[in-house]
């Protein structure tokens, strides 16, 4: 039941619909304000389950009912806000701008972070509802990029999603976003040409997700007007950011070597960054046990464990992303951690 904690952001973002002037930045303040603070002041938990607890967590449907939880919490939170900005008569542009920024938090925290978790396993169903979160960010290709792309390229130059020692967010951001994509299509491409199957066809899973994203966007036009369209595009862009902030934190610096022409190391605890701190565990789903979801992607969010040997963050998620915002300073705490 602990996992209940993620639904601490949802939470604010009621308070945030639901008020006018600074409360409608009430969900930015709790994740990068009061999350931070609380997380410093519980510290860390490196616990992991034991053999039998993972049988018994992995059988045990409520794990699975909070994160659905979460997916309808989103859809319904997204329509939501789409319908009042279909009339913004009594809402001033403060309160525009703090309620657009709160349910973008909402599109990388839950539309994103969520459609990670669910995309990763096997079961049809899980993976729909994966791309349909993702299309609440604009962001199907990264179904098709992490799952296909990152998880085997992590750490090497051809991963678009590891951030390069010295390199800042800000660069990273420039560099991560088309890369992905251009990534995306060039997997798409590969794969039907060694099928034999036309690359511009309609088949072609990259051009239906370039086509939905554009009919759901006209859709939110159409029937919400362009006050919406615009906020829905503008909340799409802020969870990318978020999405790319954490890529950048995940894997920064870390670099698998080369053994020969053909391939690198094999991806170790070492090449992700890990973070324990507490609150931040359970508000993510275990996202911040990166180095064990690298070697197992399809395990499910409450059998994650803390590995051995694993390079550990000094803070949590909220408070690093935070961090690298000023380069200069994160340089400093993080490039000698970096392990040689």
Known sequence: MKYLAAFLLPVTLV???NAHGFWTFFPLVFAFGIIPIAEFALGTDSYNLSNTEKEWAAKNPLYDAIIYG???FHLGAMLYYLKMMSNTADM????????????GLMCGVYGINVAHELGHRTNKLDQWISRVLLTTSLYLHFYIEHNRGHH???????DAATARKGESVYAFWRRTI????INAWRIVEKERKRKKLKVYAIANEMLVYQ???VFVVASVFLIFG???AIGFIASALLGIILLETVNYIEHYGLTRKKINDFRFEDVTPVHSWNSDYILGRL???ELTRHSDHHTTPSKEYQLLDSPDGASALPAGYPAMMLLCLLPAVWFKVMDKRIPT
């Open 15 to 17: 308070i945030a619909f």
């Open 178 to 181: 088309p890369g992905s994509w």
């Open 152 to 158: 085997r390229n992590v750490g090497t130059p051809e």
């Open 70 to 72: 979460t997916v309808i």
């Open 283 to 285: 508000v993510l789903f």
């Open 226 to 228: 362009w006050k919406a």
């Open 211 to 213: 086509i939905i994203q």
């Open 92 to 103: 001033t542009t403060v309160d525009i701008i703090g309620r657009t920024i709160s349910i």
